[in-house]
């Protein structure tokens, strides 16, 4: 049988997501828990394999097993053998034609970032920090110029494997609230390293280095050296994932909420 998780973790007390020999990622603390309740060793597919110091509210994975569980045993027994730092949400059977990449339709993605003059402890790799004052509204009009199909090249890591650079995105935004500016991003899909280069380049706007224009701007060039740098992966969150509506999950699990901004 094929079992799907919603999972929640703190990725700045991982090395990312994808299994690793020396164990300290997402996938292995939650490969080496499912697999005592199983019996047996299992292999996690995910939605999206975050870098080390992202993290999720609403990640999904599947695994097969042949043991007959409760679905509650994925879930309770799970998470009390995971660490503090990630837990199973819900666990649900799907049919052997559900994959949690390869079906998935869409992503979202939303990044905290903390504006103030001086750097927040309390919060300290859950958010990004950027200490020049930034204006939203001109970063908002910017995000507004990556919606729809574009070829993302200037925003893509040198590394990146994926076959085609051209992505559909259907929500850019940023917003305010007091000391703390939230990205949204939902697309159908991410380059590595895309949201943080696309934020850099937001902030660049912000503190008004470019106008907003600047960012067509960079679509058009597909020159990754004429954007602005890699930012902090502390305030990065994977929020959601969507697929067709043959595969309900628990949370809708495709339009889950994502985290509020932070109020203190």
């Not at 045993?73 to 034609?97: H, I, M, S, T």
């Not at 070829?151 to 992505?167: H, I, L, N, Y």
């Amino acid at each position: 049988m094929r079992i799907a998780l919603g999972v929640e973790y703190a990725g700045n007390a991982f090395l990312g997501w994808q299994s690793q020999q020396h164990g300290r990622t997402v996938q292995d603390v939650l490969e080496a828990a499912l697999g005592q309740i199983a019996g047996h060793p299992l292999r996690l597919h995910c939605a999206g394999r975050t870098d080390a110091g992202v993290h999720a509210t609403a990640q999904v994975v599947h695994f097969d097993t042949h043991s007959v569980r409760p679905l509650t045993a994925w879930v309770r027994g799970a998470n009390a053998l995971l660490p503090d730092a990630v837990a199973v949400r819900w666990a649900v059977e799907v049919d052997e034609q559900f994959h949690a990449r390869y079906r998935a339709c869409a992503r979202r993605y939303r990044y905290i970032l903390h504006n103030a003059p001086v750097r927040p402890a309390l919060l300290a790799g859950r958010v990004g920090w950027f200490h020049p004052p930034l204006a939203v509204e001109r970063m908002d009009e910017a995000a507004r110029l990556l919606l729809g199909s574009h070829d993302f090249s200037a925003f893509r890591a040198a590394g990146c494997q994926a076959r085609t650079p051209v992505r559909q995105m259907y929500q850019a935004s940023v917003q305010r609230s007091g000391e703390y500016l939230a990205f949204d991003f939902h697309a159908d899909g991410f380059l590595h390293h895309m949201i943080r280069n696309l934020v850099g380049a937001l902030c660049y706007v912000g503190k008004g280095s470019h106008p907003p224009a600047w960012m067509g701007e960079l679509l058009a060039c597909r020159d990754r050296s004429r954007a602005a740098p890699t930012f902090s992966p502390d305030g990065l969150y994977l929020c959601g994932v969507d697929y067709p509506p043959n595969w309900p999950l628990p949370d809708e699990g495709r339009i889950i909420a994502l985290p509020r901004l932070p109020l203190i």
